[in-house]
């Protein structure tokens, strides 16, 4: 029986007079719908919240030098905690075929992305040196590998269990949490430099502990997950039957663009970095400036998070037009204060502006494409469509992490507009994509 409480919260967050009506799953599943979208949304609120707490891009950097780990191991956060989870996902997929509860793969990844958060935890605590970041970048690639398990299984869960006009606003919402906890997180920061506290190695380990504990919670709440039972693929020798989808890059012209423009997408993400490196040398190292960015991205997920969501429900498509527009409107306009008036970008206030604008841009992307690739199929056909584009994605992704090289080369600026001419590109490939979720 459903419970009324889920029902007015559920209700709430869609806010559509037409929320029950269920499209592409089944009536039994229809049934069940506000608590599968309360539960879901909470367990990615947990799984977000995790992964701020363990951010290759800030945390776990300072947690590696505080125990002396040597910069070399660094380098490797970004593109092992990406790639690492992306590209393996062909197999993964093989094996997830195979089940018809698609639920359990994403809690099982949960439960190894716990106990590697833990380990890495305990090797703070216990390691310094060139033997601590061997052990925590190990750890990673474990941690990596259950995160990619648990992409597949989410949104094939998102699909079977979530109409066809609310899946969005499922993304939207979880991005809006996320939000609140990088809001939160970068509050601490700026309180800890207001009151001239510095974390240590003890102090570390032991958050990283306590996250471990988050990604449980996440594990717990997904495992309640309402579903049905789907087909499954036996029988077949998975590795095999997994490198034969990546024919569907040549045979599905649809796919195809899509991967294409995904790729040319990730440049939303990629000039992300180079805005809080600019500011960097352009203003300093202080703790202050780093809390004002990341309280602009937390600020731009809390805020436009739902209405991305929405707008995908009715366009994905659309939705990653405007945001890989918005974010290359950007990157080109810093490109020409950078060269008229290059004193603002020394203004405290300009740069996490436009890293605002950037995040809100990014958000959209994220959204729209996540919407449009669940849109895209059902059953197993969007698992393997799920697990080819992450695998493409994966790899296309360290080679386009290549393009940080060229810093050697170019001013910031240059690089940033460089990546809002891809964007471009992409926008235009993605406007020849078909509408899915009219």
């Not at 052990?135 to 979530?162: C, E, H, N, W, Y």
């Not at 992490?401 to 080369?409: A, D, H, P, R, V």
């Amino acid at each position: 029986m459903p419970d009324p409480k889920l029902e007015k919260v559920y209700e709430y967050l869609i806010n559509d007079e037409d929320a029950r009506a269920c499209r592409a799953i089944s009536d039994s599943a229809c049934k069940v719908v506000p608590g599968n979208f309360i539960k879901m949304v909470v367990a990615q609120f947990f799984t977000k919240l995790g992964d701020a707490l363990i951010n290759p891009k800030v945390t776990l950097p300072w947690i590696m030098q505080s125990i002396g780990v040597p910069a070399s191991f660094i380098a490797w956060l970004v593109p092992i905690r990406e790639s690492g989870s992306l590209i393996p996902q062909l197999a993964i997929a093989s094996l997830i075929r195979q089940m018809p509860l698609r639920k359990w793969p994403w809690v099982v990844g949960a439960l190894i992305q716990s106990l590697s958060v833990l380990g890495i935890g305990l090797v703070a605590l216990l390691f310094t040196g060139a033997t601590a970041g061997t052990l925590i970048i190990l750890l990673l690639v474990i941690f990596s590998l259950a995160r990619g398990l648990s992409s597949v299984a989410a949104k094939d869960v998102l699909g079977k269990t979530i109409p066809k006009k609310q899946r969005g606003q499922v993304n939207g919402w979880s991005s809006s949490s996320s939000g609140l906890v990088t809001l939160m997180l970068a509050g601490v920061m700026a309180i800890s430099y207001f009151v001239d506290w510095q974390g240590n190695g003890v102090f570390y380990a032991l958050s990283l502990i306590g996250a471990a504990a988050v990604w449980l919670l996440g594990a717990g709440v997904f495992s309640l997950i309402k579903e049905e039972q789907g087909e499954t693929d036996g029988g077949k020798n998975g590795l095999l039957e997994a490198l034969k989808q990546c024919r569907l890059l040549w045979t599905d012209k649809v796919f195809f663009q899509f991967v294409l423009a995904r790729t040319l997408l990730l440049s939303t993400a990629l000039s992300a970095p180079y805005y809080v490196l600019l500011a960097h040398q352009k203003i300093g190292n202080q703790m202050w400036l780093l809390a004002l960015f990341m309280f602009a991205s937390g600020m731009a997920s809390l805020c436009s998070g739902p209405f991305w969501g929405r707008f995908a429900d009715q366009s994905s498509r659309k939705v990653m037009m405007l945001g890989a527009s918005l974010s290359g409107l950007i990157g080109i306009g810093l490109f020409v204060i950078a060269q008229l008036a290059p004193q603002w970008l020394a203004l405290s206030g300009f740069l996490p502006i436009l890293y605002f604008g950037i995040c809100i841009a990014h958000d959209g992307v994220r959204v729209g494409r996540k919407t449009y690739l669940v849109d895209m199929s059902e059953g197993n056909t969007r698992t393997t469509y799920v697990a080819v584009s992450n695998t493409v994605i994966g790899v296309m992704l360290l080679l386009m992490s290549f393009l940080g090289l060229l810093t050697e080369l170019l001013a910031l600026p240059s690089l940033i507009v460089l990546f809002a001419v891809f964007t471009f590109v992409g926008v235009l490939v993605t406007n020849k994509l078909p509408e899915l979720s009219q």
